[in-house]
């Protein structure tokens, strides 16, 4: 079975996948197989109140076994050291494979005391800085564009937030962005080489080597925070955010902030959303809109960041 890496675990997984990510040498965290799962017989915990065709996006709920999720096309039980899954009537490998890097392992984590933020980062200078910003907020646009600076991807759409010995770590994403089409043009990929999210979605799959990026694999302290906001006609600007305003942001962009409460974890959270906020600047970004101002404002970015990070 390979072995696959992701967010700086071996991962064993008995299927192909559409993202590029690299094979593993090291025994696995997490081994991941079909089960045969019966959807438990207690209440659940959470129900989104989010979905598509009359189901919700994702259900949860607590079993003797471990943590019980239903997503849209498939079912998974999430336990320290293996995730089981069982698929509807219509398989969909794709829509798995992406729920698997993304909601399941943002829960996954969420349960073990980290916690999960809609961020992309880049390393500078041996620190983790984050973008964070909405699903079409341009996190992912930006930190592909300061890729072609020389920074190091380090992990995109998720970054996952922990406590380390000596602070607040951000655990590596895997290999790869996920790129909206207009993306893909500006940053001049072949759209046409490259693997869709899904065969509905129109997101393509850039691997770090495509983007010509290095990749960090490892575990990085947190370094800064920003807040990327589109403005039309305006000038680049940074606003740094006193330290309340710095924890709000954080807890808004983090994964699924009614999940979290309805399972009892939001204390946990919070004592780390509030350290991460004391100990790394957060700063407001405001970028020109519109891709042909892209490569200036991330020549600028990068250059602010190395200076700021020496």
Known sequence: MPL????????????????PLPLAASRPAI?????????????????????????????VRRCPEGLHLQLYSCDYLLR???????????PDPDLRA???????????????????????????????????????????????GLTRCGLHLHADDVAILQRTPTGIGVRPGFAAMRLWPTSVERLSLDA???????????????????????????VLPLGEVFLPERRENA?????????????????????????????????GR?????EAAARAPVTRLTVPDGLNHLDDACRAIAARLREGMA
């Open 31 to 59: 081994t991941i197989r079909p089960a045969d799962l019966r959807v438990p017989a207690s209440d659940p915990c959470f129900v989104s109140p989010w979905g598509w065709q009359d189901v919700p996006s994702i259900t």
């Open 192 to 218: 046409g080489s490259m693997p869709l999210v899904h065969p509905r979605a129109e997101k393509r799959i850039a691997s770090a080597k495509r983007l010509g990026a290095s990749f960090t694999d490892r």
């Open 4 to 19: 696959y890496r992701a967010y700086g675990l071996a991962l064993d997984y008995p299927e192909a996948l559409q993202y």
């Open 270 to 274: 919070m004592s780390l959303l509030a």
């Open 80 to 90: 320290a050291d293996s995730i089981g899954y069982r698929d509807w009537p219509e």
């Open 98 to 144: 992406t729920q698997l890097l993304g909601a399941v392992m943002s829960v996954w984590f969420e349960a073990n005391g980290a916690a999960a933020i809609h961020a992309s980062s880049v390393e500078v200078n041996g620190r983790a800085v984050l973008f964070l910003a909405s699903q079409s907020g341009g996190k992912s646009t930006l930190a592909a």
């Open 235 to 267: 000038a680049l600007a940074m606003q740094p955010l006193p330290g309340s305003a710095s924890i709000i942001e954080l807890v808004r962009h983090s994964f699924s902030a009614r999940l979290v409460e309805a399972m009892g974890w939001q204390p």
